[in-house]
């Protein structure tokens, strides 16, 4: 049984999922001539709100990838950006489309983006952590920072907006307010548009306290319809402003049929192995790299956790001078860990929003790895052909155990390794829960930690 067939055309799609669900695509942009099957597939989702998914194979969120292609994705966007809205060549599209069809690029990734540009520039929460920081890296000057679903104790977010289709609804922005407080361009960086709405209410929020002329909203995939598009030519009359739309892939989608749904892992969950488990400290092994900012958060059951985060993770605002500093010491710390490898098939797995800095290091760490990352979204697993969800391991997040958290598309005994990344340290006894459920795919889990724990109940 296959997963979805594909009808295909140069500008539509047909794609049957599940046998269920049934997703018609018409393409009306497509600058790069991308192939649409090298840039998704599809899911269905356990959400009453939203029955579909697009599984990126390019964004490192559901699906593993090349990590490097993650990075070459935000290069890409911001290639696109240039050209489109500033009608500018950046010279840089041919050599990264070329790395990009290749899935590999021999150079490290530089900016290329011109001084003249100053935006700022926001990654939406949890899936565009690392594209929007790997847009924002191709600028010379610009400064950055993602919305985030934690809850600091003893901070309030600078603007606050929803997510209506998500499983966590409410975003919270905690970079200091002197970034938004000014006139310069704001871009948001999302993986995909269907509606817009998010877009929309994170406009309306920021302009609500800080407005300023142009938006615009960078995006791999946009499926907005024409009545979606009038939405936003309407708040353009509403609030007197621009708002530019960038994007890889555009065109229009019509979903038919209702998914089977039915929670749970994958039909053939392996049993139990005896992993070999070791733990990497970075923050006791390169002290004086890394900045920490010691704001204790607060989790869905109102515990407060002590660990420290990281200050340039993009949670807290990065410039691109403290960008080009990170990428100096994660070149360090990705040849440190580089040395740890004991395998030539390797995992490397974010966790949440800490995306973006062990993407960086998997590209830093050697041939045979494959980056991805746990996520929230519950999508209905099944075993068979071109699906977006193979395999799917469920536990609760050893950082938050009112939390359900999810892993897809980990074969078991593909992997010789993973490497586990937290930017807090989670206490064992709730990591291990997870580490059970992983060990029963991979056997040799390195966790690595950026910052010590610490909980208060």
């Given at each position: 049984m296959r997963s979805h067939t594909l009808t295909y055309s140069k500008t539509k799609h047909s794609i049957q999922i599940l046998n269920s669900l049934?997703?018609?695509?018409?393409?009306?942009?497509?600058?790069?001539?991308?192939?649409?099957?090298?840039?998704?597939?599809?899911?269905?989702?356990?959400?009453?709100?939203?029955?579909?998914?697009?599984?990126?194979?390019?964004?490192?969120?559901?699906?593993p990838i090349e990590p490097k292609i993650g990075l070459l994705t935000g290069e890409l966007l911001a290639s696109r950006y240039i050209e489109k809205v500033k009608k500018e060549e950046t010279g840089m599209a041919r050599e990264l489309l070329s790395a990009y069809k290749k899935g590999s690029r021999k150079r490290s990734s530089s900016p290329f983006v011109t001084e003249d540009h100053n935006p700022v520039i926001i990654g939406f929460a949890e899936t565009a952590t690392a594209l929007g920081h790997a847009f924002f890296q191709s600028f010379k000057r610009a400064d950055y920072f993602h919305t985030t679903r934690e809850q600091l104790a003893n901070q309030n977010s600078v603007i606050t907006f929803e997510e209506e289709h998500s499983h966590a609804t409410s975003h919270r922005c905690y970079a200091d307010a002197d970034l938004l407080d000014n006139r310069r361009e704001i871009i948001l960086v999302d993986d995909e548009m269907t509606t817009g709405k998010t877009a929309i209410n994170i406009i309306r929020s920021i302009h609500e306290r800080f407005p300023r002329r142009v938006y615009t909203v960078v995006s791999i995939l946009d499926w907005r319809s024409q009545s979606d598009q009038m939405h936003f030519d309407d708040l353009e009359k509403e609030l007197n402003i621009i708002?530019?739309?960038?994007?890889?892939?555009?065109?229009?989608?019509?979903?038919?049929?209702?998914?089977?749904?039915?929670?749970?892992?994958s039909e053939d969950e392996p049993k139990g192995h005896t992993a070999k488990i070791s733990y990497i400290h970075i923050n006791k092994e390169f002290p004086e790299l890394l900045s920490r900012v010691n704001e204790p958060s607060v989790t869905l059951n109102g515990e407060i956790r002590n660990a420290a985060y990281l200050k340039d993770s993009g949670r807290f605002g990065l410039d691109a001078k403290r960008q080009a500093e990170l990428e100096v010491t994660l070149d360090e710390i990705g040849q440190s860990l580089s040395q740890r490898r004991d395998g030539r098939k390797t995992l490397c797995l974010g966790t949440g929003e800490f995306m973006y800095i062990p993407m960086k290091l998997a590209s830093l760490m050697g041939e045979g790895i494959k980056?991805?990352?746990?996520?929230?979204?519950?999508?209905?697993?099944?075993?068979?052909?071109?699906?977006?969800?193979?395999?799917?391991?469920?536990?609760?997040?050893?950082?938050?155990?009112?939390?359900?958290?999810?892993?897809?598309?980990?074969?078991?005994?593909?992997?010789?390794?993973?490497?586990?990344?937290?930017?807090?340290e989670p206490e064992k006894d709730s990591l291990m829960p997870f580490i059970n459920q992983l060990s029963k795919y991979i056997q040799n889990i390195k966790v690595v930690c950026f910052n010590g724990g610490g909980r208060n109940e």
């Open positions: 049934t997703v018609d695509i018409h393409i009306t942009e497509n600058p790069y001539e991308l192939l649409p099957e090298d840039l998704f597939v599809m899911a269905a989702r356990i959400n009453k709100k939203r029955s579909f998914l697009f599984v990126s194979k390019v964004l490192g969120k559901h699906i708002i530019n739309n960038v994007s890889l892939l555009k065109g229009e989608i019509e979903v038919k049929g209702t998914p089977e749904v039915r929670i749970g892992q980056f991805h990352s746990t996520t929230r979204s519950p999508i209905f697993v099944r075993n068979v052909k071109d699906y977006g969800a193979q395999y799917g391991i469920s536990f609760q997040n050893p950082e938050d155990s009112e939390m359900a958290q999810f892993i897809y598309n980990v074969p078991e005994n593909y992997y010789e390794e993973a490497f586990l990344f937290f930017e807090r």
